[in-house]
């Protein structure tokens, strides 16, 4: 989403040149990303979960904990910056709800943990297209000298497309049953628009 934003419309932004551009991309990939892969392959080392794909869904408590801990602290992180645009900030909130709402009915269900992110990008992309978008996204191949221009409504279907792709391998690869997998898109959509109605 973070990308997107930047190619979409960088003029939301507060930072000027690649270098400020590419600090914040650091600092997002590493809190949302680094640092909770670190500590669930930690959890792993130390024999508190049998496996990366946490098939019982007990194992899956203590990574969704350190998970939504990390969320957290971006999302802090984020909504007192000036420079990070709201249209980003609500989506962080969206999905540090979604991961606490994840933990919460983890404890009925084995919620598809895929769908929920998969819901919520779809979410996310529709709200940010349809309220901070120009129509249409150029994106840059500076090795090719060239741009590529694309509608942002493609951008939306192409996001759909692998929402529905998410959904099905977890389906295909007896995962989780169909409840599991439409709840997780449930959950995605409904976290991303509360994070919507509490910014706007």
């Known amino acids: 989403m973070l990308f997107y934003l930047m190619v979409a419309n960088p003029f ?4 000027s040149g690649p270098k400020s551009q590419g600090l914040i991309i650091i600092s997002v990939v590493t809190i949302s990303m680094m640092f909770p892969l ?3 392959l930690m959890m792993k080392a130390l024999g508190l979960i049998k496996s990366l794909e946490m098939e019982d869904k007990m194992e899956r408590i203590g990574p969704l904990i350190v998970t939504g801990l990390f969320y957290m602290w971006l999302y802090v ?3 007192n910056n000036d420079i990070i645009p709201e249209a980003f900030s609500f989506f962080i909130l969206g999905s540090t709800i979604a991961v606490f709402m994840a933990l919460l009915l983890n404890s009925f269900t ?5 769908t929920i992110g998969a819901g919520g990008l779809v979410a996310g992309m529709i709200l940010i297209v349809y309220n901070w978008s120009y129509g249409i996204i150029d994106i840059p191949f500076p090795f090719l000298d060239i741009q590529w221009r694309v509608s942002d409504r493609l951008v939306v279907m192409i996001a ?3 929402a529905g792709l998410v959904g099905t391998s977890r389906l295909y690869l007896k995962a989780h049953k169909e409840d599991e997998i439409y709840g997780g ?15 706007f």
């Not at 959950?187 to 919507?196: S, W, Y």
């Open 185 to 199: 898109y449930l959950v995605g959509i409904l976290a991303q628009l509360v994070a919507f109605r509490i910014f």
């Open 110 to 114: 084995k919620i598809s943990l895929h």
């Open 38 to 40: 670190i500590a669930i």
């Open 160 to 162: 759909f497309i692998a």
């Open 77 to 79: 992180n984020v909504r």
């Open 12 to 15: 939301i932004f507060g930072f």
